[in-house]
Structures are given as C-alpha cells and as structure tokens.
Nanobody
Framework: VQLQAFGGGLVQAGDSLRLSCEAS????????MAWFRQAPGKEREFVAA????????HYASSVKGRFTVSRENAKNTVILQMTSLKPEDTAVYYC???????????????????WGQGTEVTVSS
C-alpha cells in the first residue's frame, strides 16, 4: 500500500493551493482519508479528514472555513483545497488512511494505518 501526496509549493499569504493524495495497492473507498501537517520544530497535527468513504468531513479549528477535504473514491484520491492561506499554514502536509477508524479518534496519529511521504507547503507573508 502506498500513499503519494502532490501539490505543495511556495505561495503568498491569501493564495490558494490544492493538494492531492493518491492511494495504490488497495481499495480505500470505505476508509477514512486524512491530512495532517508538521511545521518545523512542532509535532504533527490533524488538519482534515474524510470519514469512512466520505460520509462526513472534519476539520481542525485552525483551518475550518478555509480548507475543504474531498475525495474521488473511484480514483483512490483525497484532495485538500486550501484557500486564504496564512504563514502559519507553512508545514509539510501528510496524507493518511485509516481502515477501522472510529470518529472519536479521527485526529489521532495512531489511528491511521498508512502514511504518505509528505508535500511541503510554504506560505510567505
């Protein structure tokens, strides 16, 4: 099983960016697909998730209203559309997949079975 994240880059504050994560080596249509991020010197933190095949979407308070998570199950792809980016959004963004995840653990790193390699997002002020 592999997850590959794409779409990172250098943008200015207020810009938008679209990250995508492609999963291969299995079927993920029923799984929870999520995005986490890790800023320099900080712990990895939850950003957003598409719960169990897309039944619901969940966001960290810091990105709610600015980021949108969606998925294309036929393509095993999860997308993070980021708008109104801020310098504090600068981080390496990781996608993750959880097979038997329950809602109360959606923000927990340990709940996820597979991780992608990360894509770097830098937002300049």
């Amino acid at each position: 099983v592999q997850l590959q994240a794409f779409g990172g880059g250098l943008v200015q504050a207020g810009d938008s960016l679209r990250l995508s994560c492609e999963a291969s080596g299995g079927t993920f249509s029923r799984d929870t697909m999520a995005w986490f991020r890790q800023a320099p010197g900080k712990e990895r933190e939850f950003v957003a998730a598409s719960f169990r095949g897309g039944s619901s979407a969940h966001y960290a308070s810091s990105v709610k209203g600015r980021f949108t998570v969606s998925r294309e199950n036929a393509k095993n792809t999860v997308i993070l559309q980021m708008t109104s980016l801020k310098p504090e959004d600068t981080a390496v963004y990781y996608c993750a997949a959880g097979r038997r995840l329950i809602l109360s653990t959606i923000g927990s790193l340990n709940a996820y079975d597979y991780w992608g390699q990360g894509t770097e997002v830098t937002v300049s002020s």
